[in-house]
């Protein structure tokens, strides 16, 4: 499907812009970015790095606006300034932009239409005669995609950056989950799921876990559905972390495990 070209052509812009001499280093980019434990990679999904408030608040779209704003700059190696009229864009960038716009689709779904950004693509895939067709249905598909996912009809994709995101992921979960025990150990009981979700919940919040702050309310999910599971890996991390994702993903653990070793 279209995601994966998408992705390609992002692979490519990549390649390019590592490829490139020291003095074409890609700018400073302006736009705000989700502070982060690792070092940002322009494949990343946008929808792994929305903060909770900014998921259910009024600035979402603002908020996807600069992440494509930034991936463009970061991929493209020059400025980019996402209100600039599309006939302004140069047709590189707006080239790379609707690579990373259908790409992110399909896991951002109907959230990436808050973006004025990508409604202005849209807008202007309406006159552009030779791939506005094209690049329309295969953000369609996108979209389709995104809905079959969240209904788990079609396992969840895997992030490009996840083999960096899970080392980050385990580190912060093993001081998380070593709270905890250490808590069960005092109380000298198992501990139910919703006092597990308590624990976490407080663990989390009063540290600053990046990762699994964004997260949080999956992992409160996850330990609702799966309170055995979770339970039997409190001091295995990186179990945890494979058996979390897997649930969320609708994916195999193994088949999981090799995926993310691939990458």
Request: net charge positive; with cysteine.
């Amino acid at each position: 499907m279209f995601s994966s070209v998408a992705l390609i052509a992002l692979e490519k812009a990549l390649s390019k812009k590592k490829a490139a001499p020291a003095k074409a280093a890609t700018p400073k980019s302006k736009h705000s970015q989700p502070a982060g434990t690792t070092e940002r990679n322009p494949a990343s999904f946008i929808m792994s790095v929305i903060p909770r408030e900014v998921l259910d608040g009024d600035d979402l779209g603002t908020f996807i606006d600069k992440e494509l704003a930034w991936r463009v700059e970061m991929l493209s190696g020059s400025a980019f300034d996402p209100w600039l009229n599309p006939t302004q864009v140069s047709p590189e960038q707006a080239e790379i932009l609707d690579n990373v716009i259908i790409f992110q689709a399909e896991t951002l779904g109907s959230l990436a239409l808050a973006s004025s950004i990508v409604r202005g693509r849209v807008h202007a895939w309406r006159e552009d005669y030779q791939a506005g067709v094209e690049k329309t249905e295969c953000l369609m598909k996108a979209l389709v995609t995104a809905v079959r996912i969240h209904q788990r009809l079609d396992p969840a994709p895997i992030d490009p950056t996840m083999k960096e995101k899970k080392r980050v992921f385990v580190e912060e979960l093993e001081v998380v989950l070593r709270r905890i025990r250490q808590t069960e150990k005092a109380s000298r009981v198992s501990l139910s799921h919703t006092e597990l979700q308590r624990l976490l919940e407080e663990a989390i919040s009063n540290a600053e876990r990046s990762y699994l702050k964004r997260n949080l309310e999956s992992w409160k999910e996850y330990i609702a559905a799966r309170p055995r599971d979770f339970h039997a890996n409190l001091d295995k991390p990186a179990m945890m972390f494979d058996e979390w994702l897997a649930f969320w993903t609708g994916r195999r653990v193994e088949a999981l495990r090799q995926k993310i070793s691939k990458l």
